[in-house]
């Protein structure tokens, strides 16, 4: 018995998604109205024309997202060798009109089916990192590596739930019987009059979880700048760990490697690099008391200088002990102030919290932590975001800050309260950095894109009049020129207001060193060449080594979500058609295979 697994139906990403569309007003209309018989009609109207089929195939790629993103304009087929254009088509003759874009946003909250594949795409990325494939050596499953938490310090006591033994088998509905959440003798009592104690036994979804026992005794402020230079704590302390481990190779008797390099007169210059490094992948996660909370891979590489971005192993005899060791050096001793505030003038001192667990990787019966478990660890954190605190929206602004921030209110609107407060100052005495030189223009070629050249600024090759790499550059360059008023450059603390919506976090919530393991850049084109393999017949199933045409696009940004109610509809039963058939399928072969 055969059973395919290609779908009859436009397919989703995942499951479990809810598209939804741009609201259709009618001001004549009533909104019960609208929302039932209007509907309808205009499912059915889709439905009855002719070129519906083809719509649901254009769609397709899309069919899942909440809000897809809508380009019109052209597409165009370049010859590479002469620069001739072959064909053109414009979106004006496709269903629509417009291209539908799945808006890849990575939270969950927001589109599920996006997040989703961005979930399923960094638990590849971190996988690979740790037993190869997609392109990274299998060699790595062998190379020493832990998986440390980093937890900020405390900044107030706060309801918590704490479990001394687990009984139960998964984590996520835990039942086992917390400890008391404050228990003490004296019923100590805060300067504002409160009781710090706390007897209750908090259940996990208990929404009082991560408030304070006092919000006047909170330490608000502190938080606020904690998490805006976590990201920087982080780099301090991944250096520190690298240092380390190369003072190890040193006692251990294993020299420095010499790389010698070229200046620009010929001049030859030789430095000396570590024979080991480190690699690090990196997730956070939103405590509920607000706080960042740093999930991280750590895994132990050789350093060839010859082949700088080949993965080999390390010299034998480190272990992962020396990477513990590695760890709890970093975090002990990485500390630093922040620069002067107003609101506090020496000021705040930056550091991780005393809860830093450390264990190592390993698929062995003996083993803390499995790579299967912590990809998927991580892979789950990187589609979350402020939703646990309570708190989710867009970017605040001065319109839109007194709806979410309060100085007396709950505790995300007293953090928040604190960033909008704090982010209002401007303390640097430095002036700004130069611009970068402009480039002369140069005439426009007869033909759309020139000869191959190598650009003399950043050393890329293009074809165009102007590098894009070079333009990026200049445009990103001039817009901070507009933005940021003539004088000392503006405070770093002013990101707390432009992050005041991630309660002063601003870093990203997935990262990872350079030679780590792939990116998600590989990913989604090993996904767009599946599709065009797929979709393009026998004769496209072997890759072509040496591209002869070049397709550019020249789209431009009309809209986001779905036309009406009624596309969305159909797109959401369409992609989850296509997900039963899909899971249908795998069951019958798993059953089978068995």
Known sequence: MTVSTLSVVPEAPVSGTAPCAEPDTHPSIPAWWRRSTDLRLQAVARAARSDYEAWLSHVKTAAACTRPVRLAGSMATVEVATGRV???????????????????????????????????????????????????????????????????????????????????????????????????????????????VCFARHATDDRCLGSPLCLDCYDYDAQAVWNLHAAELWRRTSITANRYIRRIAHQRGIPDRPVVTYDKTGKARTRWVSP????????????????????????????????????????????????????DHAVAAVAFTTTPHPANPTGWPISWGDQILTKVITDGADGEVTHQQVAAYLAKYATKSTEVTGHTSNRLTEETIELYADPDGTHPQRLIAA????????????????????????????????????????????????????????????????????????SPYLKLRRWAHMLGFGGHFLTKSRRYSITFALLRDERIT???????????????????????????????GWQTPADAMLANTSAALAREHAEAARQTLTTLAA
């Open 86 to 196: 072959l064909s053109e088509r414009h979106t004006a003759d496709l269903p629509d009109g417009v291209i539908y874009k799945p808006c890849g946003n990575r939270r969950e909250s927001v589109c599920p089916a996006c997040s989703e594949r961005y979930k399923r795409d960094a638990y590849q990325i971190v996988r690979a990192g740790l037993v190869g494939g997609k392109g990274v050596t299998e060699d790595v499953a062998v190379h020493p590596a832990v998986f440390p938490t980093f937890t900020a310090p405390s900044f107030g006591e706060v309801h918590a739930r704490r479990v001394k033994r687990h009984s139960c088998l998964r984590r996520l509905d835990c039942d086992c019987r917390p400890e008391p959440c404050h228990a003490r003798r004296d019923f100590a009592v805060c300067p504002h009059g409160v009781k710090l």
């Open 530 to 560: 599946f599709r065009r393999t797929q979709t393009g017949g026998p004769e496209r199933a072997e890759p072509v080594t040496e591209p002869t045409t070049l397709v550019v696009n020249f789209l431009t940004f009309v809209g986001a």
């Open 419 to 490: 960033c909008w407060r704090l982010g209002s100052f401007r303390t640097n005495p430095e002036p700004p950095a130069p611009l970068g030189r402009k480039r002369r223009a140069e005439p426009a070629p007869a033909e759309p894109f020139g000869t191959l050249r190598s650009d003399p600024d950043c050393g890329g090759c293009t074809r165009y009049r102007m590098c894009p790499t070079c333009a990026a550059e200049q445009v990103a360059a001039a817009d901070t020129a507009r933005r940021t008023p003539a004088g000392p450059p503006a």
């Open 276 to 327: 080991v490094r480190l690699e690090f992948g990196k997730a956070a996660e939103m405590q509920r008391r607000a706080a960042i909370h740093l999930h991280c891979v750590v895994r132990l590489d050789g350093n060839d200088p010859d082949r700088p971005d080949t993965i080999v192993a390390p010299p034998t005899g480190f272990t992962a002990h020396d990477l513990v060791a590695a760890v």
